[in-house]
């Protein structure tokens, strides 16, 4: 197991720095007036991606592209530099046409969808012309489970029949999201992993309605504006069905790897985006006397964080590693530590550079509110942190022997009598 660079993926990063300094990181300032500060979509974008795919940099989270497919076909391991680069800013994905829910969705749409279903929903999502969003999670159960999921999909003839209320649907709300991948209970009776279905649900079908956009900790994405959205007994082709009746549970196992893996890639990128503007912030302000920088405390985040980040890097890459070998199976737990680690992380680091950064730091000025949020969201969004550690202690082996046979303990087989003080 080693996580040295190949010369590809070093020619690789070498362009995606390059690009990021010069073609996105100055265009921030105009990203933050345009769209978090007037609402609209960046003028700009369309032709900075365009930039991006002429280059040859699109679609870089994606192993598994066809050959007739744009994309790049970058291991895990190998996209794993290049997500910290683009999670430095929200919208650096994006660049790419490697944000999220969409690069996720395209890797389930590519392991699952039928011919047909390709053609009209994951070669859009390929090309940049569309968005998409996964509706997993409800507002009235705990979806971290999903054999609480309350949507119902129903198969009435050649039709299929969704009823429910879903939210928290990243990029459900995006004005260009045409399509829904939406879970619910299709086989009640069924053992509990097996109830569920996916089916594809387009945003204009009569009876969905996007109710409203949701925020977090008063954080708005929007890059994926999240949606609530109601299902008032929509009715779409069976063929939209996605994968098996009944192994919707299973399938979306697909998503979660690459979704999980992502995020936590990005976060090491908010990291180390927050450590350099801790460390100028500190030099350039003064307090009763002394620089910022000079206090031991100051000095103490920063090297926390470098310790913080280097290990959990070295962690993601060996899950993308793992990944990369074909590992699920393997993968798993590793994915479930990195994602209780990575945001714990970066919201220890995000909680420093608010002290640091003072009444400044929670503004919008800067993107440490961001990182806070994100790394905040990111604790619950794909399993909360509770579920991933049951998981991990579940699988933790346990030692065949009692306190008493363990060869660690050394407490004497007969216990001694204690001697008075008097004798």
């Given at each position: 197991?080693?996580?040295?660079?190949?010369?590809?993926?070093?020619?690789?990063?070498?362009?995606?720095?390059?690009?990021?300094?010069?073609?996105?990181?100055?265009?921030?300032?105009?990203?933050?007036?345009?769209?978090?500060?007037?609402?609209?979509?960046?003028?700009?974008?369309?032709?900075?991606?365009?930039?991006?795919?002429?280059?040859?940099?699109?679609?870089?989270?994606?192993?598994?592209?066809?050959?007739?497919?744009?994309?790049?076909?970058?291991?895990?391991?190998?996209?794993?530099?290049?997500?910290?680069?683009?999670?430095?800013?929200?919208?650096?994905?994006?660049?790419?046409?490697?944000?999220?829910?969409?690069?996720?969705?395209?890797?389930?749409?590519?392991?699952?969808?039928?011919?047909?279903?390709?053609?009209?929903?994951?070669?859009?999502?390929?090309?940049?012309?569309?968005?998409?969003?996964?509706?997993?999670?409800?507002?009235?159960?705990?979806?971290?489970?999903?054999?609480?999921?309350?949507?119902?999909?129903?198969?009435?003839?050649?039709?299929?029949?969704?009823?429910?209320?879903?939210?928290?649907?990243t990029g459900g709300a995006h004005p260009d999201c045409s399509f829904l991948i939406v879970m619910g209970?299709?086989?009640?009776?069924?053992?509990?992993?097996?109830?569920?279905?996916?089916?594809?649900?387009?945003?204009?079908?009569?009876?969905?309605?996007?109710?409203?956009?949701?925020?977090?900790?008063?954080?708005?994405?929007?890059?994926?504006?999240?949606?609530?959205?109601?299902?008032?007994?929509?009715?779409?082709?069976?063929?939209?069905?996605?994968?098996?009746?009944?192994?919707?549970?299973?399938?979306?196992?697909?998503?979660?790897?690459?979704?999980?893996?992502?995020?936590?890639?990005?976060?090491?990128?908010?990291?180390?985006?927050?450590?350099?503007?801790?460390?100028?912030?500190?030099?350039?302000?003064?307090?009763?006397?002394?620089?910022?920088?000079?206090?031991?405390?100051?000095?103490?985040?920063?090297?926390?964080?470098?310790?913080?980040?280097?290990?959990?890097?070295?962690?993601?890459?060996?899950?993308?590693?793992?990944?990369?070998?074909?590992?699920?199976?393997?993968?798993?737990?590793?994915?479930?530590?990195?994602?209780?680690?990575?945001?714990?992380?970066?919201?220890?680091?995000?909680?420093?550079?608010?002290?640091?950064?003072?009444?400044?730091?929670?503004?919008?000025?800067?993107?440490?509110?961001?990182?806070?949020?994100?790394?905040?969201?990111?604790?619950?969004?794909?399993?909360?942190?509770?579920?991933?550690?049951?998981?991990?202690?579940?699988?933790?082996?346990?030692?065949?022997?009692?306190?008493?046979?363990?060869?660690?303990?050394?407490?004497?087989?007969?216990?001694?009598?204690?001697?008075?003080?008097?004798?």
């Open positions: 197991m080693h996580f040295e660079p190949t010369d590809r993926s070093q020619e690789i990063l070498a362009q995606v720095a390059a690009f990021f300094d010069t073609e996105i990181l100055p265009r921030h300032r105009d990203w933050v007036e345009q769209v978090q500060r007037g609402g609209v979509e960046a003028d700009f974008l369309p032709a900075l991606r365009a930039k991006a795919r002429a280059q040859g940099l699109w679609n870089l989270a994606l192993p598994e592209l066809a050959e007739d497919e744009p994309g790049t076909r970058l291991t895990n391991l190998e996209f794993a530099p290049l997500a910290e680069i683009m999670g430095k800013l929200p919208w650096g994905s994006q660049v790419f046409n490697c944000q999220a829910p969409d690069v996720p969705n395209m890797a389930m749409l590519q392991a699952l969808a039928t011919p047909g279903q390709k053609a009209r929903w994951l070669t859009p999502l390929l090309e940049g012309t569309t968005r998409s969003a996964f509706a997993m999670t409800e507002p009235d159960v705990a979806s971290s489970d999903a054999s609480n999921i309350a949507t119902r999909i129903e198969f009435v003839g050649d039709r299929i029949r969704v009823t429910g209320r879903k939210w928290f649907a209970v299709s086989d009640p009776e069924a053992v509990r992993t097996e109830r569920q279905s996916m089916v594809i649900v387009p945003t204009d079908a009569p009876g969905v309605t996007i109710t409203r956009e949701l925020s977090y900790l008063g954080w708005e994405d929007h890059v994926a504006p999240i949606a609530q959205i109601d299902f008032d007994g929509v009715e779409v082709p069976v063929e939209n069905l996605l994968g098996e009746r009944g192994r919707g549970f299973k399938g979306a196992q697909v998503r979660l790897g690459p979704a999980r893996i992502h995020h936590a890639m990005r976060c090491i990128g908010l990291a180390e985006m927050l450590v350099e503007l801790m460390i100028a912030r500190a030099r350039e302000r003064t307090t009763f006397g002394r620089s910022v920088i000079d206090y031991d405390t100051v000095q103490r985040w920063i090297g926390e964080a470098r310790v913080d980040i280097d290990l959990n890097r070295l962690a993601v890459q060996r899950c993308a590693w793992l990944l990369d070998q074909g590992g699920d199976g393997a993968s798993w737990r590793p994915v479930s530590m990195i994602k209780v680690s990575v945001p714990n992380m970066l919201q220890r680091i995000a909680d420093h550079a608010l002290q640091i950064f003072g009444a400044m730091g929670g503004t919008a000025d800067v993107p440490i509110h961001h990182a806070f949020a994100y790394a905040r969201w990111f604790r619950i969004g794909d399993g909360p942190d509770e579920v991933h550690l049951r998981q991990i202690f579940r699988t933790e082996p346990q030692p065949g022997w009692s306190i008493a046979d363990s060869p660690y303990v050394t407490v004497p087989a007969v216990a001694q009598p204690v001697r008075s003080a008097a004798e």
